[in-house]
């Protein structure tokens, strides 16, 4: 019998099959739709609060339920994969969220909003980890790079979705529209993954569900490979424990899976900070609030580019290194803004800092899908985005509780640079020792 290798027997070195670019586009389509029901709201919101007449502070407890949902989705849903499949983890996120759309669309008070933005983060939080894991081990290690970084660059186009069509429907179909208009698309999304996304050769193999057999030669049916005529011998045990928090936290990976934590707290850290409060810094800086969107605007087209080169200089130079290299650069540029009064080199350095940011956190997930093996990939991808999002509360608050004290920019951005290099750190020293358990489970290399 012979047994495919994993990650590598899927991802050809040769050129591209048909089934590889349907995988690579289902997950970019899913997470271009996380990324318009996750930024819905935010063009909604006009609209909305004139309409029912709330309070941006109550509205603020919608904003963050959905965080919240992000949080729980990333640490207690995501594992699931583990157990049930990559394919049935994201197609189950796909649907519900559709559904909680239209209850968005169609919701009567606050309550409602509430209730439905939160399982909409959740299932967000859910699906990015699995998104991920898909794109590398359906690709080989070059492309699954590229690839992944496109997957993430889909939530952006989400969100640049969301913005035309909230400026395209709100002011003639009102609010309801934008939510109705991503209920429809991520249900399309929803009933084509069920359709035609494959799952993981290696979750099969690795778990062995009902039929695992059948359909594992199915899929590599589809890819044109030879065919198994029996299945490998079960993990033993200890590998099969690989499947929960107590795993990755076991001393083998302990270490890794806490520095890989710190490098996603930090990332988070800065990058919601940098979103929430670059506008504000702007105009306190003299620049005009609509000067200040327009750089908004073109500082997320960096942070576009930023995750797309990621996929090419992890490929290069190992993502664990180029991840380190990002939040160095970064934690200058963050110093380089605190103590300069020139508009132009104030664009030039937020559009470094977006760049960096959003490269680093690209490398984060390269890093953490390729380090743990497949019984635990999906709790360990989890995790490390879900511990991150910790750094998404905090980081805004912290910011706002030093503007809030009349500290000029020299005095609170030399903190975020601090955090920047703390991720360095951390994403480098976490692939310094690698345990065999981690090496055994992936034919490739995240330096």
């Known amino acids: 019998m012979a047994a495919p290798s994993g990650v590598k027997s899927i ?32 063009f909604a919101a006009p609209s909305l609060l004139r309409d029912w007449n709330i309070a941006p502070e109550a509205f603020g407890v919608v904003l963050s339920a959905a965080a919240v949902g992000m949080l729980i989705g990333a640490i207690l849903i995501a594992p699931l994969a583990d157990k049930v499949g990559r394919r049935t983890v994201i197609v ?23 209730i439905f933005r939160f399982f909409v983060g959740m299932c967000v939080g859910a699906l990015l980890p699995s998104l991920s894991i898909m794109v590398v081990e359906f690709s080989n290690e070059k492309r699954g790079n590229l690839f992944l970084a496109l997957v993430h660059i889909g939530f952006a186009l989400g969100a640049i979705l969301g913005a035309a069509v909230g400026a395209s429907l709100v002011q003639e179909y009102g609010w309801r529209a934008i939510f109705l208009t991503a209920a429809i698309l991520t249900s399309v999304t929803a009933i084509s993954c069920f359709a035609a996304l494959p799952e993981s050769v290696n979750f099969l193999l690795a778990r062995q569900p009902a039929n695992a057999l059948e359909r594992a030669n199915k899929i590599l049916g589809r890819f044109g490979l030879a065919r198994l005529t029996e299945l490998p011998p079960k993990p033993p045990a200890k590998v099969r424990r690989f499947s929960n928090v107590v795993a990755i936290l076991s001393p083998d990976l302990l270490r890794a899976t806490l520095l890989l934590w710190l490098a996603s707290f930090s990332r988070f850290f800065i990058s919601y900070f940098l979103t929430g409060w670059k506008p504000q810094v702007l105009v306190m800086a003299g620049f005009t609030d609509r000067n200040a969107i327009a750089v908004g605007m073109a500082t997320s087209a960096a942070a576009s580019v930023g995750v797309l080169c990621m996929g090419l200089f992890a490929a290069k130079i190992g993502a664990s290194r180029a991840t380190g290299l990002m939040f160095f650069i970064c934690a200058a540029a963050l110093l380089g803004f605190g103590f300069t009064e020139a508009p132009i080199p104030l664009v030039v350095l937020a559009a470094v800092c977006m760049f960096t940011i959003e490269a680093a956190f690209t490398g984060i997930l390269i890093t953490s899908t390729r380090f743990y093996s497949v019984e635990n990939r999906s709790t360990g991808v989890g995790f490390t985005v879900g511990i991150g999002r910790i750094g998404a509360i905090v980081g805004p608050y912290v910011g706002g509780a030093l503007i809030g004290m009349g500290l000029d920019r020299s005095s609170y951005f030399p903190v975020y ?13 976490s692939m310094s020792r690698r345990p065999p358990e981690a090496r055994e ?3 490739v290399s995240a330096h």
Do not use: E, K, R
Not at 417 to 429: F, L, N, R, T
């Open 441 to 443: 489970g992936q034919p």
């Open 11 to 42: 991802g050809q070195d040769g050129p591209l099959t048909l089934w590889q670019m349907i995988v690579v586009g289902l997950c970019i389509l899913a997470n271009v739709c996380d990324g318009l029901d996750t930024t819905s709201i935010a």
């Open 92 to 114: 189950a996120a796909l649907t519900t969220s559709s559904i909680c759309m239209f209850g968005l669309a169609f919701s009567q008070n606050l309550y409602q909003l509430m």
């Open 417 to 429: 640079a601090s955090a920047a290099i703390i991720g360095a750190i951390a994403i480098v020293a």
